[in-house]
């Protein structure tokens, strides 16, 4: 019953920026926290960060610096704003939300390349 949306994935050039956005849509009565994790191929999925909604943080160590998550909880959607963009952060992006009372839900996905 509740769905994600990712959208703002690309192709971007080394140290561009990209904005990725997700919004939670559904029967959501409360959003514990929201979080993006990426799957580059042949690798596995991994933690890019996740916000409570209390407003904590947490980022994986490689990405602190260069990513930052933010949410606006009126509207139920979470983003994620990438800079200084690296070869190695091309992945499909996936958002993750945990709510009250059901299962974490995953997005689709949005693909990031980083190419010159």
């Known amino acids: 019953q509740v769905q994600l949306v990712e959208s703002g994935g690309g192709l971007v050039q080394p140290g561009g920026s990209l904005r990725l956005s997700c919004v939670a849509s559904?029967?959501?009565?409360?959003?514990?926290?929201m979080g993006w994790y990426r799957q580059a191929p042949g690798k596995e999925r991994e933690l890019v960060a996740v916000?409570?909604?209390?407003?904590?943080?947490n980022y994986a160590d490689s990405l602190k610096g260069r990513f930052t998550i933010s949410t606006d909880n009126a509207k139920n959607t979470v983003y994620l704003q990438m800079n200084s963009l690296k070869p190695e952060d091309t992945a499909v992006y996936y958002c993750?939300?945990?709510?009250?009372?059901?299962?974490?839900?995953w997005g689709q996905g949005t693909p990031v390349t980083v190419s010159s």
């Open positions: 559904g029967s959501i009565y409360r959003i514990n926290a």
């Open positions: 993750n939300v945990k709510i009250t009372g059901i299962p974490e839900v």
């Open positions: 916000i409570t909604s209390g407003g904590s943080t």
